[in-house]
């Protein structure tokens, strides 16, 4: 009984050794399989990882400007400069953009476009490379950013370069010049920019028109401007002391552009100057005729006309003394066919204008009709508050 007892103990024991076992059998194989697939995970990951950080590094070096420059400087000897050309570079003031451009273009003709890396500090947003034609710098070319994308965490930042501008720095000098003489308050304009002291030479042309005006008043001088080193042949326009525009005849002789203007440009006479240069001048003539009140005993009659010292009221003066007794009596004078004209505003001290009449009279002892025909060039001055008679020019001797 003790022997059955313990056999079945034995067997029992076994059976739940056997149990023990297939339970152990079954479970240690499933951690090996999630072990597994764990490892099988992670390789794969740093498999696509490192594939990943691979691309962007790739991406990130392809995208330096450096790599778009082939390009760029293959499309400019191409295309050529003159879209992409700024101003960076020693030229005329009276040069256009376009001009410069065209200059450029033909600085680099002919020539094999290359690039260098820049020196000194860059700007990133804004690269810049050194331009050399037949190895020579020229310039730089500028880049510009046209699209980017951030990669790995922020960390790279992929971009996409185009051309922005090419700066040419080199020396272009063109062969031509200018030289123009006007009025000194006329204004010069050369291919539509006004030349100022920069271009005016220091001699000046003072003209003998005004050699009796310039005692009282200041009188416009001549000057003359002169520029050179101009890529294209210039445009020249004038204007006058009111700003209009004023025709003038332009020489070109080879690569020089010459232009001289020594007249003043005419207009209209204001109607109260008008008035007071036709009443001063029949005063004028009519103190020579004898028919101006008391002017056979001085030049009062006529004196508040001219300044005090004027040369003038001298020469009326020895008239009247040794002269005046001469004219033939005759009737009272009648003045015909006034004309005032060709009237020049030269600055605000001084005017002229032309003065045209004839002077009808009948002579005393025979009846005869006498004609004298004053025409004149009238200068005046502002002097003290008032418009002076400076100067007299005789256009048409007296008949």
């Keep these: 009984m003790a022997g059955r007892t313990q056999n079945y103990q034995l067997r029992n024991d076994q059976k739940r050794n056997d149990q023990q076992k297939k339970s152990r059998q079954k479970k240690f194989p499933l951690f090996w399989v999630l072990y597994l697939l764990f490892v099988i995970a992670m390789i794969i990951f740093w498999i696509r990882a ?23 400087i293959a499309d400019l000897r191409k295309q050529g400069l003159e879209s992409y050309v700024r101003i960076d570079g020693e030229m005329s003031r009276f040069d256009s953009q376009e001009a410069f451009a065209k200059a450029a273009q033909r600085l680099v003709s002919g020539k094999i476009l290359d690039y260098a890396p820049a020196k000194g500090v860059q700007d990133p947003a804004a690269p810049k490379y050194e331009l050399l034609a037949d190895g020579e710098p020229v310039g730089f070319v500028s880049l510009k950013e046209t699209s ?32 123009v003489t006007v009025p000194e308050n006329y204004q010069v304009l050369v291919n539509g920019i006004v030349a100022d002291d920069r271009e005016k030479a220091p001699e000046t042309q003072v003209s003998e028109e005004f050699a009796y005006a310039a005692e009282y008043v200041e009188v416009p001088d001549f000057v003359t401007y002169r520029g050179e080193g101009l890529l294209e042949t210039p445009t020249i326009q004038i204007l006058d002391q009111e700003g209009r525009q004023t025709e003038i005849a332009i020489e070109q002789k080879n690569t020089k552009t010459s232009a001289s203007l020594m007249t003043f440009t005419e207009s209209d006479i204001p109607e109260d100057l008008r008035k007071q240069v036709l009443e001063n001048t029949e005063r004028y003539t009519n103190f020579f005729s004898a028919d101006l009140p008391g002017c056979k005993g001085s030049v009062s009659p006529i004196k508040d006309m001219f300044p005090k010292d004027s040369y ?24 015909k066919n006034e004309v005032v004209d060709h009237y020049i505003r030269y600055n605000e001290e001084l005017f002229s204008c032309e003065v045209y009449f004839e002077k009808e009279m009948l002579l005393t002892k025979t009846g005869k009709k006498k004609v004298d025909v004053t025409n004149f060039r009238m200068y005046y001055g502002f002097l003290d508050g008032e418009w002076k008679i400076l100067d007299m020019v005789t256009l048409l001797a007296n008949e």
């Design 312 to 335: 003038y009221l001298d020469l009326a003066d020895t008239y009247r003394r040794e002269d005046m007794w001469m004219y033939s009596a005759h009737s009272t004078p009648v003045f």
């Design 148 to 179: 980017s994308e951030n990669l790995f965490l922020n960390l790279l930042k992929v971009s996409e370069w185009a051309l922005d501008h090419v700066e040419i720095n080199a020396i272009i000098k063109g062969e031509n010049s200018f030289e």
């Design 50 to 72: 490192v594939d990943y950080v691979k691309e962007c590094l790739v991406r990130y070096e392809e995208s330096q400007p450096v790599n778009s420059m082939e390009t760029i």
